[in-house]
């Protein structure tokens, strides 16, 4: 499924833009100039790593500081023990569209909870 | 190098071990703990864990298909390190003999004095008094906290959340003045009357009172707070008894540089028990923080594989977090150094905000109250500045 994120223009570098859907997907324009998109909810707790420290082609969580390699989504070092899924980016026309992977997302053991349980 | 021994088999030590792999050590690699589990996450220990919701297997730190082809010796304390000798004692007569020894033997909870062997009566460091704890906290009843630094906060919130009747004691006149600064040290610790959890200030703790069990926490005001359980939670100090005839330099932990190289060639100190030069404040600190224990430990053994011939970055500011009362409180950098402090987003009535410290107008720390986001940019552009 391919979502329209943003426009190209409204997205600097260095920053993220979130997309709202369940469970969330981020875009994050690297300062060098590349687009990746992935799961935004870290695998170990509930933190938007939109809100992470974006450096080169890694994002380090806001809350415990595990680090995700956007090109993969592995993840570096505990606390998050599991990767976080990639998406294609697409730009076209100046707008960027997410093409969402079809995996099944590795949500933090709080957010399965909830979402197991319907919503709140 | 040919063989290395991590003594302490947590974060540190486990951090130390994973560096020492990626860095293409290949050599020998023994891992001394006392404890008898494997590395496992404190954090938790005072939040999910105490609360029920994150259980034991789920506290590990290593992932399942990490081989880091280390030898561990487990529920074996380091008695002693001979230097000249290259050999570490261990606890039953044991010894190994080692070229490279990484000193990451953490901190032990502080206890109070004349409350050994009476029931009731807890501190919290490790995951076996966690379990007492929560067992204990599952029966209900009234808990007294002594000690509103952040430990004992996380306790309180937590046994709140479990519908426990909750006193915290502080001696000083403000909770976490030390670490935040009397303001924000006052905002954040409101957090525990905002939710009906007592604060008493500024008394000290003159005793407990109990036969068997406790049943009162005694203040210096003649005051006696009644209690079936009791949490101390005042602080903690490093574990280095076992190197005081090692010859290495001692002075609140293990002195060390910036990189964690001690006195002693060949010796590197790192997480809790580290007194490490900071060079942003120019001064010695001891950090009990999870991150710090977390990633200088890698410079560390960049530092021990290159016989200290590489020059040690500027170390990142210092950070924790603390959850409470559903608050995620985040804070980086130093606050003793600063002469102001601004609430520049959100509101301390609504425990919202992001504070700014500041010496002489450049900012020194930042501190957070439920701004991931904000706070992130701060502690980004705090470790940009070179004061
Ligand atoms: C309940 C709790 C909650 C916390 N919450 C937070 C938080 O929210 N945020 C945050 O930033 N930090 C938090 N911390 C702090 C964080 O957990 C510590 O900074 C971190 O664990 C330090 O790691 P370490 O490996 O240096 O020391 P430790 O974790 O203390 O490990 C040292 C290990 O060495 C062992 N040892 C000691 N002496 C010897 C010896 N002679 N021989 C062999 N082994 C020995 C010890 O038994 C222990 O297993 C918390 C700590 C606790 C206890
Ligand atoms: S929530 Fe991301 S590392 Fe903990």
Sequence with gaps: ?120 | MRTVAVVGASLAGLSAVRSLRKRGYDGRLVVVGDELHRPYDRPPLSKEFLAGTVGEAELALETDDEDLRAEWLLGVRATGLDHAARTLRLSGGREVQADGVVIATGAAARTLPGSEGLAGVHTLRTLDDARALRDELSRGGRLVVIGGGFIGAEVASTAYALGLDVTVVEAAPTPLAGALGETMGAIVSALHTDHGVRLECGVGVKGLSGEARVDAVLLEDGRGIPADIVVVGVGARPNVEWLEASGIALDNGVKCGADGRTSLAGVVAVGDCANWYDPRAGFHRRVEHWTGARERPDAAIAALLAGGAVEPGVPRPPYFWSDQYGVKIQFAGHAAGADSVTIEAGAADDRDVLAVYRRAGDPVAVLGMNQPRLFTRWRKQLAATAS
Excluded at chain 1, 45 to 69: M, N, R, T, Y
Excluded at chain 1, 82 to 109: C, F
């Design chain 1, 1 to 120: 499924m391919m979502i329209p994120a943003c426009r190209l223009e409204d997205l600097p570098q260095g920053e993220a833009h979130r997309l709202n859907i369940d469970p969330p997907v981020s875009v994050f324009h690297t300062d060098d100039g590349e687009l990746f998109a992935i799961d935004d909810t870290c695998t170990h707790q509930d933190a938007s790593l939109a809100d992470g420290w974006l450096e080169g082609c890694e994002v380090e969580c806001p809350l415990h500081a595990s680090k995700f390699d956007l090109r993969t989504g592995a993840v570096d070092a505990p606390p998050a023990k599991l990767p976080v899924r990639t998406h294609e980016v697409v730009v076209e026309d100046g707008m960027i569209y997410v093409r969402l992977s079809t995996d099944a997302p590795n949500l933090p053991p709080c957010i399965s909870a909830r979402l197991a349980g319907g919503p709140a």
